[in-house]
T-cell receptor, first 117, second 113 residues
Framework: DGGITQSPKYLFRKEGQNVTLSCEQNLNHDAMYWYRQDPGQGLRLIYYSQIVNDFQKGDIAEGYSVSREKKESFPLTVTSAQKNPTAFYLC????????????????FGNGTRLTVT | SQELEQSPQSLIVQEGKNLTINCTSSKTLYGLYWYKQKYGEGLIFLMM?????EEKSHEKITAKLDEKKQQSSLHITASQPSHAGIYLCGADFRSGNTDKLIFGTGTRLQVFP
């Protein structure tokens, strides 16, 4: 079945450590996105990528980094510079991130809950 | 700044009652999406609206986009416990040559018997 896989579902880290969240899709989608969700704040855009080897900062990119070396993979690294990393992280993809993307809804993974202590 | 405002933030209704959730933007919406989320899970796509005045329905859920394409509503008829969850609206906003999909703050719906 085609879809988006995020792993792991739960992740625990000590403060000061970098951690990488995995996101893989087999939908052959060009565009991929990372969102962060905190209670009462909806989804906030961290980074997005419309094509391999290219990505753009979203609204809350500070303390995060991404790479897009392959079409199907868009890993997110939460660095020690991120002040409040504990959150629920959601990865999504859609067919095309260009102007035709107005016709294309996002498909979401099941999320990774990161807890940093 | 919040480009998409959603209201109400939370809603508690009795089973069988109708309800409406609103999503408003100060900018023209070129693509408006409604999603549903169960706590701790990913988002499930419900409907997409693109044209002013457009209306779509699926089972007991109806979504509308106003003529000016700045406001959308999601209406649930005869609510059931299975409708409980978080409803989020999302919209495409052009940033240079790219499109980013921004979401509202969400509406938490509880349906009690």
């Amino acid at each position: 079945d085609g879809g988006i896989t995020q792993s792991p579902k739960y992740l625990f880290r000590k403060e000061g450590q970098n951690v990488t969240l995995s996101c893989e899709q087999n939908l052959n989608h060009d565009a991929m996105y990372w969102y962060r969700q905190d209670p009462g704040q909806g989804l906030r855009l961290i980074y997005y990528s419309q094509i391999v080897n290219d990505f753009q900062k979203g609204d809350i990119a500070e303390g995060y980094s991404v790479s897009r070396e392959k079409k199907e993979s868009f890993p997110l690294t939460v660095t020690s510079a991120q002040k409040n990393p504990t959150a629920f992280y959601l990865c999504a993809s859609r067919r095309d991130g260009g102007s035709s993307s107005y016709n294309s809804p996002l498909h979401f993974g099941n999320g990774t809950r990161l807890t940093v202590t | 700044s919040q480009e998409l405002e959603q209201s109400p933030q939370s809603l508690i209704v009795q089973e069988g009652k109708n309800l409406t959730i609103n999503c408003t933007s100060s900018k023209t919406l070129y693509g408006l999406y409604w999603y549903k989320q169960k706590y701790g899970e990913g988002l499930i796509f419900l409907m997409m609206l693109q044209k002013g005045g457009e209306e779509k329905s699926h089972e007991k859920i109806t979504a509308k986009l106003d003529e000016k394409k700045q406001q959308s509503s999601l209406h649930i008829t005869a609510s059931q416990p299975s409708h409980a969850g978080i409803y989020l609206c999302g919209a495409d906003f052009r940033s240079g040559n790219t499109d980013k999909l921004i979401f509202g703050t969400g509406t938490r719906l509880q349906v009690f018997p």
